[in-house]
C-alpha cells in the first residue's frame, strides 16, 4: 500500500510485510529479514526490480534511510544476492526523542532511467 507524505512524497509501508512500488514501469520491491525490525540489531534489506514479470537489473543499486530529524550517514551499496535479490545488511539506531519511524530511498539505474521508489519502516525498540 503507497501512503502520501507531505508534498508530492509517497511512500509504501513495509513494517509488517513486504511491500513493491511501481518507479516508472519497474516495480521495486523491499523486504527485510527480521519483522519487527529492531533497533540497533543488524538485520538484512533486500530489494529486487521487475518488469512485466521478469527481474530486470538495477544498476547501481543504493539505498538509503532516514528520519525527519537528522541521524547521520545511513547510505549502503546494494550488491547482488540470489534470485534477482540486492541486498546491503544494515544497522539503524533509536532516536533519543522516542521516535521510531524510518524513511528509506532505494535508487537505481533500470532501463537506462534512473529509478527511486521510497518505504517507510517503523522500528521495534531493542530488547532491555
Known sequence: M???GQGDEAWADVT???????????GI??????RPAVALERTRVRIRAQSRGSVVALEGARISFEMTMPMGDHRYL?????????????????CMSGKRR???TV???AAGRLRTARFRLDLAPPTP
Open 2 to 4: 503507497v501512503e502520501h
Open 16 to 26: 509488517a510485510a513486504d511491500a513493491t512500488v511501481d518507479a516508472g514501469g519497474v
Open 29 to 34: 520491491t523491499f523486504s527485510i529479514a527480521s
Open 78 to 94: 546494494l550488491v547482488p544476492g540470489q534470485d534477482g535479490w540486492q541486498e546491503a545488511e544494515v544497522i539503524l539506531p533509536l
Open 102 to 104: 524510518w524513511f528509506a
Open 107 to 109: 535508487e537505481g539505474t
